[in-house]
């Protein structure tokens, strides 16, 4: 959403790049020779590890978009609860704190499996920039792109660096 | 006072007899991380981030605790201690469990400052994510262990400055604690008086006061130096 | 006490001793072993026998073959004539036949082995001969004479000149010369000052100082006496581990003894020196092995470990200069000041004078207890005391100054021991403590174990100890179980030398040598464990490259 | 807290005493009169209420702290940075495996995990039926007779899995 906070720079950005994939866009596949990723979100499933593996088999630069994708975030306070395995998770979320219709996701290939420990995205491929916040402000996704498209190695720093 | 005359990053300055390195750098103007050091309490020299290269010292001295001589030579900021500290706050960081966006402290915490001052944007050790209790019991304060970072700044204000040795450290290495009393609920402690100096003195969201939400624990450490400062030096009118 | 009377007491415990010697070791490894019920079974036997004026059955400390005990020696007008090894309660007694010309139905061992012939004595001296719950067995073979001498033929800066000349390095580990730390603490002014025996032998693998303690504990008290009247302090501390149980009985004994016989406490021997000694009980932390740690669980605190300078030689005990040896330092104290500087600057190498206790463990056929000159070769050690691997196995490693130490491999066994060298092959002297290694142990395995032991161990306190260890342990552990990569074992390296430059006291410092020095010499080992990477990923994890900052 | 003000008859003024009249709190305060109540033999005296109580509760640490005159916090900080206190009551028998190294390249590891299936307890925990600890030491210094178990207090030389369960059983049985 914070994309969407750039405003006019997203007319700026519109005629230089070519959005190939996106989760507003109907793509199934993660095409190939794609320059930059931005990838947002922990590694919480195993459709997401493989997803991953595609991306960066396929991406000149990734970017790890935010700090879910940098360090787990509020996704990864799983971890902590010490529930585990992915059955107590599901237990916690679809039955206990359920308010009706307790019921868990049985049917196959609906939820994918998920993996017992949310992971950051460097912990399983390797990640060209991090772009941290919880979003990530506008005006910081500006400045990485910008110097992106200058055709420099984006560099952030100081308060731009800012976690949360 | 008698004056002694060191370099520090190449610079030529001067600070009285028995200042640390730290205080020295500070008043030239040369800013040195740390964590753990505390204006008006005594220092442990424990979070390693305030080490500084000495020349002819055969180790890295932390600047809290080291005592400035005549023609010191002290670098502050080389390639290599920057690479530590960053190391030093990615531990930190994968120790225990903090969440930024969801802290109390987020924007006044001191280690989320350090962490993008220092250039952190990602660490690179596994997150231990531990599972730490939170400590609600008491009437004003609380304390989340998940955030703390065992600076012990909290310890020491209560037994340096309000005396009443509520808080202290249990446990060794890893699985160490900040406890009230005998391990204690925090609302349920004989000793502690409520001076809320143990959250002024939180450099990061472990102590908060209650009621206050994501980036809304501001602290005032003014206060703490004021009472230092009408202590020591009799200076009983707070000075903005 | 005056000398005549140490010397009166002298002759009369020589006068008393019988034609026959059987001495029995006391010491803990022994005593694990039953030594208790050969010590009563010879002593019933003895009695039985009518042989009561000729034998004396006498309690020693260690005689240092303890893969072997109970141990029992047998001597004749002061010579060893045999030595009974894996004694029973139930064959002890066949001792006595022997000496009237029977059988023995014990096993013997050759006691002119290399095993006990390489060895040189002078901190072992009297262990295994002397009686050490008797401060009159002590008294007999010359101890306290050198106190006396000390306290009245020389001044207390005689005394450190001696030192410093002697060339004696602390033997706890670090190697800092002892006559530079005792004129450190004798010429730091205090109205107090202290000296505080370094008992806490926290190394696991080494027993060296549990069977001085328990051999000869007066022989350390007058170390530290002569020690206290040298730097100025009147008050003693003996820092010793709850796991010693015998140590601390056998040293609370000397203690007393000593007392009685004025040879602690106000005036000693005459003079106006003035000297207590206190046993401070450690409860089990090995990082109060480190000085300034030791010195906080000594005032009763957590022992943590706070940064030097100041030193405690400057500033220690309550902020008094304070003098922190280790038992085998002051062990050597006695036999310097008995046989002069020169006499012991002759034995070892250039820079690492005397001799060195070691504690021979592990996957090898003779472990107990030796005492080489410094500069004896690992090879000499292992191979020709320590009898070599046990059947079937092949020598890979030896292990030097535990958790702190490092691995030194086979090919390197021409080393001679001595400070210097095992530095420059990334281990440590340590205090003592030397593991043999088989092919059957896998060197990732060993620098996993000593991790964890660091970090169990670890205080606290200081962040790359603390957070440091226990991300190097997971790593290790990664490696160790196959599911590493290359970039991992980057990270660890990384870490190790952040960890090793940044914390706080030596245990954190010194904490990734195991895995370092495994590293230098067996890396192999770990790469052999290790996972490629997938395609396009290689430098996943690899670190710094290519981000924002 | 449990502790009393009561009146001295003999010497007519108030002293403190535990409450319960437990004759070990007596025997421990002797032993603190003997170090003059001094702050720096706090070890010292947690040694003496372990051995006397066999764990350290809080009523324990707050009598301590109090004779002292220091604050529970550090009392309680000091008692938990050792090993060697408990402060949870230990079982019947206590079975403590040496892991120093010598003991460990013999192997102790093995040692460990048989007692640690056979009673299905970790190490540092006791059986529900508080029968047996199951402790560890990082060496007791009886390298030379590698691997040692030290049963109730008396160290036994060289180890095996199967020598060890033979104890342990003994224990479970009787």
Redesign the interface.
């Known amino acids: 959403m914070s994309f969407l906070d750039l405003d006019e720079f997203l007319l700026e950005l519109a005629p230089r790049v070519e959005l190939v994939f996106s989760p507003i866009m109907d793509v199934k596949e993660f095409p190939a020779d794609v320059d930059l990723c931005l990838v947002e979100g922990a590694l919480c499933n195993t459709d997401h590890i493989e997803m991953a ?1 595609k991306i ?2 396929l991406t000149k630069a990734v970017v790890a978009f935010g700090d879910c994708a940098i360090t787990g975030n509020v996704s990864a306070i799983r971890n902590q609860l010490g529930l585990g395995n992915r059955e107590n998770v599901l237990q916690r979320a679809y039955m206990e704190s359920a308010q009706l219709n307790p019921c868990k996701p049985a049917l196959k290939g609906i939820v994918p499996p998920l993996i017992e420990r949310v992971m950051p995205l ?10 941290t916040g919880c979003p990530p402000h506008a005006e910081r996704i500006k400045s ?1 792109l910008s110097q992106w498209l200058a055709g420099q ?5 100081g308060l731009d ?1 800012k976690f949360g | 006072m008698a004056a002694k005359t060191l370099t520090i990053n190449g610079r030529q300055i001067s600070a009285a007899e028995g200042s640390t390195v730290l205080k020295a750098a500070e008043e030239a103007g040369v800013e040195i991380p740390s964590l753990c050091h505390l204006d008006g309490v005594y220092d ?5 981030l305030c ?1 500084v290269e000495v020349k002819g010292a055969s ?4 600047a809290c ?3 400035i001589s005549e023609g010191m030579e002290v670098q502050t900021g080389t390639e ?1 201690l920057i ?2 500290r960053r ?2 706050l990615e ?2 960081f ?2 225990r469990n903090h969440v930024c966006s969801v802290c109390v402290a987020d924007g006044h915490c001191e280690l989320q400052t350090l962490a993008y001052s220092l ?4 660490v ?3 997150y ?1 994510f531990p599972k730490w209790d939170v400590d609600n019991t008491h009437s004003l304060f609380g304390m989340d262990h998940n955030r703390c ?2 600076c012990t700044r909290c310890v020491r204000v209560c037994w340096h400055i309000e005396g009443a040795g509520t808080k202290n ?1 249990s ?6 604690k900040i406890i009230t009393d005998l391990n204690a609920a925090w609302g349920k402690s004989d000793s502690c008086t409520s001076c809320g100096k143990c959250v002024q003195s939180c450099p990061t969201g472990a102590l908060f006061y209650k009621g206050s939400t994501v980036g809304e624990m501001v602290r005032d450490r003014s206060k703490l130096e004021f009472i230092v400062n009408a202590r020591e030096k009799k200076l009983w009118v707070y000075q903005d | 006490m005056i000398l005549g009377e140490l010397n009166q007491l002298r002759d009369r415990e020589i006068q008393s001793r019988k034609k026959i010697t059987l001495r029995c070791c006391m010491a ?2 022994c ?3 039953n030594s208790k019920g050969v010590f009563e079974a010879l002593q019933k036997a003895v009695a039985e026998s009518g042989l009561g004026n000729e034998v004396e059955v006498r309690g020693v400390g260690c005689m240092r ?3 072997e ?1 109970p141990l029992v020696s047998v001597n004749q007008d002061g010579a060893e004539d045999s030595l009974h090894v894996r004694v029973t309660s139930e064959n002890a007694a066949s001792i006595l036949a022997y000496l009237k010309g029977g059988k023995a139905r014990t096993t013997r061992v050759d006691a002119g082995m290399p095993f006990f012939k390489k060895q040189m004595s002078i901190v072992l001296s009297n262990s295994g001969i002397i009686d050490p719950e008797r401060i009159e067995s002590y008294i007999a073979v010359g101890g306290y004479s050198a106190l006396h001498e000390a306290l009245h033929e020389m001044t207390p800066a005689e005394v450190v000149s001696m030192m410093v000349q002697s060339g004696l390095r602390g033997r706890g580990g670090a190697g800092f010369p002892t006559g530079l730390k005792w004129d450190t603490v004798a010429k730091s002014p205090g109205v107090a000052k202290y000296v505080i025996c370094n008992a806490d ?7 060296m100082d ?1 069977s001085v303690l328990e051999s000869d504990p007066h022989r350390v008290l007058e170390g530290m006496s002569i020690a206290a009247y040298a730097v100025g302090a009147s008050q003693g501390f003996i820092y010793v ?4 149980p015998l140590a601390i009985a056998r040293l609370q004994q000397a203690i007393k003894q000593s007392k009685q016989f004025g040879l602690l406490g106000a005036g000693i021997f005459d003079s106006q020196f003035c000297f207590n000694i206190d046993i ?7 990082v109060c092995g480190e000085e300034t740690a030791l010195m906080a ?8 470990p ?2 030097r ?1 100041p030193f405690p030689a400057e500033s220690g005990l309550w902020g008094y200069p304070t003098l922190i040896n280790n038992v085998e330092t002051f062990a050597n104290v006695a036999p310097i000041c008995r046989h002069g500087a020169a006499w012991f600057a002759s034995i070892g190498t250039a820079r690492s004078k005397g001799t060195k206790v070691f ?1 021979l ?3 090898i056929k003779n ?3 030796i005492e080489v000159p410094m500069g004896t070769t690992l090879r000499t050690i292992v191979e020709d005391m320590g009898g070599g691997a046990p059947e079937g196995g092949r020598i890979k490693a030896v ?1 030097t100054g ?1 958790p702190s130490g490092g691995c030194i491999p086979v090919e390197h066994l021409d080393t001679p021991v001595d400070y210097d060298s095992l530095s420059q092959l990334g281990s440590i002297m340590g205090s003592g ?1 030397m ?1 043999v ?1 088989d092919d059957g ?1 896998s060197m990732v395995e ?1 620098a996993r ?2 991790m964890e ?1 660091c ?10 100890c ?6 190097m342990h ?1 790593l290790l552990d990664r490696i160790a179980r196959g599911q590493a990569t290359a970039a991992h074992l980057a ?1 660890l390296e ?2 190790c030398e ?1 960890v090793k ?4 006291c030596g245990l954190g ?1 010194t904490a990734p040598n195991p895995t370092l020095s495994t590293l230098r010499f067996f890396r192999g080992e770990y790469e052999a464990l290790l996972q490629p990477e ?11 490259s ?4 | 807290m449990k502790i009393a003000t009561m009146r001295n008859e003999a010497e007519g003024r108030r002293v403190m005493q535990h409450a319960s009249g437990d004759k070990r709190f007596k025997i421990l305060e002797v032993f603190m009169k003997k170090y003059q109540f ?7 005296i ?2 003496k209420a372990q051995e006397l109580f066999g764990y350290l509760d809080d009523d324990l640490l707050l009598f301590v702290s109090y004779k002292l005159k220091l604050p529970p916090s ?1 009392v309680y ?2 008692a938990t ?5 408990t402060l949870k009551p230990q079982g019947k028998h206590t079975c403590v495996v040496c ?8 192997g102790a590891d093995k040692v460990m995990s048989a007692i640690e299936a056979e009673l299905k307890i970790k190490a540092g925990e006791t059986t529900p039926d508080k029968n047996i600890s199951l402790l560890t ?10 691997p ?1 178990v030290v049963y109730d207090g ?4 060289r180890a095996t899995p199967e020598g060890v369960l033979k104890t342990i059983k003994q224990w479970t049985e009787s």
């Open positions: 593996h960066r088999r460097h912990e399983v491929i390797r990640v060209d920039y991090f772009l990485f190695k984006p560099r952030l720093q660096l | 442990v020299g424990a979070c390693r080490l180790r890295l001295l932390p605790t080291t005592v290599r690479k530590y190391m030093t531990l930190l994968a120790e250039g952190m944007d990602h690179r050790f596994d231990l970072i065992l450290v446990g060794r290495g890893g699985q160490s | 803990a490894g005593v694990s072993s073959l303890c893969c005990g032998e926290g190394d696991p693998g080494a027993f549990r581990r709850a796991e010693y401070r009980i450690g409860a089990g932390a090995f669980s000594v005032e009763g605190k957590r022992g943590t706070r940064p300078p504690a463990a592990g996957k472990t107990g207890l292990q535990g403590g593991i290694m142990t060993i174990y000593f032991f970090m169990d161990e670890s205080c606290g306190k200081c962040i790359p603390r957070a440091g260890t226990v991300q997971r990270r990384e870490l952040m430059s940044t914390s706080l410092q997938m395609p396009g990923n290689e430098e996943c994890l690899a670190g710094v290519g981000q924002v900052s | 001094r702050q720096d033999s706090l070890i010292e947690l040694h550090r900080g000091v940075f050792y090993h060697f206190f892991l120093g190294t010598a003991c460990y390249v013999k030491a990082r060496c007791i210094g009886a390298c030379g007779i590698a040692a008396t160290v036994s030389p």
